[in-house]
């Protein structure tokens, strides 16, 4: 069995992306203003990982609870709570 590995790049243009390998495209993009780098004092890459960490849970959670529900999609029941 294979692993896939994540990694997170800061690219030369200030984007800070997730990726599966240099081959693939992003699965996610950040991008933090001057403003927001000069107020974390150069810490912008660790607000990243919590950042990505804590979206790669919640996508996780989310397709748990998708399995064990069944697909109810089908029959058109969504709810979404943005907050």
Known sequence: MSKEFLEIVELPDGRIILRRSEDEP???TL???KEARELLKGKYIDVAKS???AGLQT???LVAE???EGDE???GATNHTLH
């Open 31 to 33: 991008m933090f203003s």
């Open 51 to 53: 950042m990505f960490h």
């Open 26 to 28: 992003p699965m996610v």
């Open 73 to 75: 999609e089908s029959t």
């Open 66 to 68: 998708d399995f064990e």
């Open 59 to 61: 996508a996780g959670q």
